[in-house]
DNA sequence: TAATTTAGCTAAAACGTTTTATTATGTGCA
DNA sequence: TGCACATAATAAAACGTTTTAGCTAAATTA
């Protein structure tokens, strides 16, 4: 049996005002309100000395705000995933805000079931690494004029706010570095997905495969793999067909680990002699044989400026003109991977 | 401007029955209530039709519930906890709750505050992986009937609900295995914290001390670490006055990964010679040089059975008598970094 | 026929807030 | 005296549900 919390009646009933100046009161409009300072007192008074906690979803109900956020990303045991998920608790926080996490395992149905349940809940906002076919339930968040920002990719040519990084110009820059430590013969192992942020690091490679005037290699794995045994027999198989290989572009943190277990494994030599660049930084990296060289995606900065986006929506009264859109720029933390062979022990 | 969205009020206007027969019909009691076939098919084909979902928060208002949990870690970004994170999820969703995830940082401090946050929102039940000092914080909460359970660490002879591991056998089974492959000079490292998981996990190692005789060398870390860089240090020196060590067992994932940093750059030739074992598993681990065997807390099992009790206790009408507890076993996964000299390459 | 039961539905209270509109009282001024 | 006006407070509606208690008409029973 639960105990029944205080209510702001039960505080009028004790004091001997109304419900009314209670609330003005705790809402910090005495004055405005022209409540005395003596019932003022006595009011904050009172409720410091009971502790009292005003009911929150009353006030949501009444106010039609839940100062609840939703992050949706693909998976949040994913370090990227996570990482972004610890920042955006911070800063969430500290605009009064929680923060509703969801995986939506980069399916689409998964993604509207989401949508659809926290929709229901009247969360104040959306913030969505999309999966690639979800255009139009993002659509529809907006028609009902609820604040979406998306992160990380976003669909070519939609009036929406987003948050992502140059893509193409990280995997061009990955490459560039390959090619300046000796590594003339790269491939590029991605998922076959049409997600702008893989089409843009895909763009950068083809790009530099024409500049520096290598044969493209590319290895696109299925968008839904069935296992991480599918993934490394499929990789393995890759290897063994491309013996010429000096290099490899990964283009997802995942895609690497996978990568790696098979170099490991039944390559063991190979690993050494590989350079090899990974999109998305992850703190083991650094101690693997070799450390492996990584394209860092900002992910501070990128939950900052999604929030800022977000904050804008929430707090406009009507949709205003014009989406706000920010391309920030990555970093590359150069490891032993990517050393020339000349140099390595 | 946001559209006002369709309410019970809405339908039963448009419906020409009452909101409460509305309600019935939609909360599933049509029959026992006896509303008529006809007008319980009349509202149900209209509510599909125009696609209406109830304002939860006004359920939530009305029946006490919010459907939302609460899984309070030490951080969500660290994977053992993402890892838990995104198995409570899917378990919570499977029974039509969220859950709010939130970081303590190991913090007192913080662990109060997040939860007098979440308590003012009436959340319907706590999860939580708790810092050292807030027995008390969580004596409230039982006192208040919100339904606890602790994950990973417990208050020694508090009467509350818990899951864990046998953390005394698992170091100890960690020890065995050392031993078993020549490694008869072990140490420890660990924080320094009187947290009862660390504390099973100390044990464990002392028990074996004893028993195979070799004399015990214990690294205890503080418990606030103020930088990963003051970290390494610490544990640089510790490895330069130690140099009769064979082995290491790292107490937690964290210290792992900074034992891992200092010997691959300081002791380059020793991090192939020690035998190292860490508590909790990471997929990179396996494609380190050497991959680290780990002791692998059956996280699944750890989320399934804390939701039972969790799920006892929301379902309770009234705080029935004895807590549970659940202590479940580690299993070893043994690769390179403690294989008998002799065996390595 | 009158009393009782049943079927089918609904009015209204309640959850705990916020907010709009209103009241009561006193004060200054012509 | 009468009017305007400021001050200090409040009553009541509203948010969108759930649920208790009750109402009406028809059917059954005595």
């Known amino acids: 049996m639960k105990k029944k919390r205080?209510?702001?009646?039960?505080?009028?009933?004790h004091l001997n005002v109304s419900v009314t100046t209670v609330s003005f009161v705790l809402n910090g409009k005495a004055k405005e309100k022209r409540i005395s300072e003596e019932v003022t007192n006595k009011i904050l008074d009172y409720v410091k000395k009971i502790n009292y906690k005003p009911n929150q979803l009353a006030q949501s109900l009444r106010t039609g705000q839940?100062?609840?956020?939703?992050?949706?990303?693909?998976?949040i045991s994913n370090y990227f995933f996570s990482k972004l998920a610890r920042v955006f608790e911070d800063l969430a926080y500290e605009k009064g805000y929680k923060v509703l996490f969801c995986s939506n395992e980069n399916s689409d149905k998964k993604s509207i079931e989401l949508?659809?349940?926290?929709?229901?809940?009247?969360?104040?906002?959306?913030?969505?690494?999309?999966?690639?076919?979800?255009e139009n339930k993002i659509k529809s968040l907006q028609q009902q004029n609820i604040p979406v920002v998306l992160l990380d990719r976003f669909f070519e040519g939609m009036e929406i706010g987003y948050v992502g990084i140059d893509n193409r110009y990280a995997s061009r820059?990955?490459?560039?570095?390959?090619?300046?430590?000796?590594?003339?013969?790269?491939?590029?192992?991605?998922?076959?997905?049409?997600?702008?942020?893989?089409?843009?690091?895909?763009?950068?490679?083809?790009e530099a495969a024409k500049e520096y005037s290598f044969k493209e290699k590319k290895l696109l794995l299925p968008y839904n793999l069935k296992s991480n045994e599918q993934g490394r027999e499929?990789?393995?198989?890759?290897?063994?067909?491309?013996?010429?290989?000096?290099?490899?572009?990964?283009?997802?943190?995942?895609?690497?680990?996978?990568?790696l277990e098979v170099l490991k494994n039944d390559f063991p030599e190979k690993i050494h002699q590989l350079g090899i660049i990974t999109f998305d930084d992850n703190?083991?990296?650094?101690?693997?044989?070799?450390?492996?060289?990584?394209?860092?995606?900002?992910?501070?900065?990128?939950?900052?400026?999604?929030?800022?986006?977000?904050?804008?929506?929430?707090?406009?009264?009507?949709?205003?003109?014009?989406?706000?859109?920010?391309?920030?720029?990555?970093?590359?933390?150069?490891?032993?991977?990517?050393?020339?062979?000349?140099?390595?022990?």
Chains 1, 2 share one sequence.
């Open 6 to 13: 205080v209510s702001i009646k039960d505080i009028a009933k």
């Open 66 to 75: 839940s100062k609840i956020l939703v992050l949706m990303v693909e998976d």
């Open 115 to 134: 949508i659809d349940l926290f929709n229901e809940r009247q969360v104040d906002g959306f913030i969505i690494i999309p999966s690639a076919g979800i």
């Open 173 to 206: 820059q990955g490459i560039d570095h390959l090619n300046m430590n000796g590594f003339n013969s790269p491939a590029f192992v991605s998922i076959d997905v049409q997600q702008t942020q893989m089409l843009g690091r895909l763009e950068g490679y083809q």
């Open 234 to 259: 499929i990789l393995k198989k890759f290897f063994n067909e491309n013996p010429e290989l000096d290099s490899i572009l990964f283009a997802t943190n995942y895609l690497t680990q996978l990568g």
């Open 283 to 345: 703190a083991l990296f650094s101690i693997c044989t070799p450390a492996i060289t990584a394209i860092c995606q900002p992910i501070e900065n990128m939950a900052k400026e999604t929030m800022n986006i977000l904050f804008q929506l929430i707090n406009k009264p009507t949709q205003s003109t014009g989406f706000q859109n920010k391309i920030l720029k990555t970093s590359l933390e150069v490891r032993e991977s990517t050393k020339a062979l000349i140099e390595r022990v």
